[in-house]
């Protein structure tokens, strides 16, 4: 069965510091992977989103990502956090279902804390 | 302006009494989910429907049922609401076009029973 660890419960950054977010998967066949994010009170948007092609790929708000195979990873990166920012970051893969469509398995999420 | 909408946004009820959460969506997605977040354990997938009519269980559906009658609506009922379903409910939609798997949520409903 397909996993998604998020290992950082909780980060906290200064404003205008670099962040990295891990992110480390579980599946047994090449991934379609996510990363969301949820403001407080909001519903969930999608930040970037990884297929296949370039492993460094590059989503909205200034962030990237990159998938490495031999590590089951997708850790996310931004190298100037602003203190809009804050927020829960999720990680999630997806496996495509019989018929169309995904399931996404979510990691449990990190609280990006932004100081200013 | 594309969107999946959901009602009620909160909801405060008590055990056994029966409850529908409503999600709409515009895009004409085939592809609709439901998840519940839970502090410490993201999100879960609970039911989803590959197109009206075709629904399937996801990772937690029990004390869940739904329906999928008209392709833009897919409801998320609860017969016999208990204290353990109080939770933070999205509702997500998708085309199932292969190139085309990025889900799109809804607000969320935060529901609590007592």
């Known amino acids: 069965a397909q996993s998604v660890t998020q290992p950082d419960i909780h980060i906290t950054v200064s404003e205008g510091a670099s962040l990295e977010l891990r992110c480390n998967y579980s599946y047994g066949a090449t991934p379609y992977l996510f990363w969301y994010v949820q403001s407080p009170g909001q519903g969930l948007q999608l930040l970037l989103k990884?297929?296949?092609?370039?492993?460094l790929v590059q989503g909205i708000k200034g962030f990237e990502a990159e998938f490495k195979r031999s590590q089951s990873s997708f850790n996310l990166r931004k190298p100037s956090v602003h203190w809009s920012d804050a927020a829960e970051y999720f990680c999630?893969?997806?496996?495509?279902?019989?018929?169309?469509?995904?399931?996404?398995?979510f990691g449990t999420g990190t609280q990006l804390k932004v100081e200013l | 302006e594309a969107q999946v909408t959901q009602n009620p946004r909160y909801l405060i009820t008590v055990t056994g009494k029966k409850l529908t959460v409503t999600c709409s969506q515009n895009?004409?997605?085939?592809?609709m989910s439901w998840y519940r977040q839970d502090p410490g354990l993201g999100l879960r997938q609970i039911y989803y429907s590959m197109n009206v009519e075709v629904t399937d269980k996801g990772d937690v559906p029990e004390g869940y049922k739904v329906s999928r009658k008209e392709k833009r609506n897919f409801p998320l009922i609860l017969e016999s609401p208990s204290p353990n379903q109080t939770s933070l409910y999205f509702c997500?939609?998708?085309?199932?076009?292969?190139?085309?798997?990025?889900?799109?949520f809804g607000p969320g409903t935060r529901l609590t029973v007592t």
């Open positions: 997500a939609s998708s085309l199932r076009d292969r190139d085309s798997y990025e889900q799109y």
């Open positions: 895009m004409n997605h085939e592809y």
């Open positions: 999630a893969v997806g496996s495509i279902l019989t018929g169309g469509g995904n399931k996404l398995t």
């Open positions: 990884y297929f296949s092609g370039d492993t």
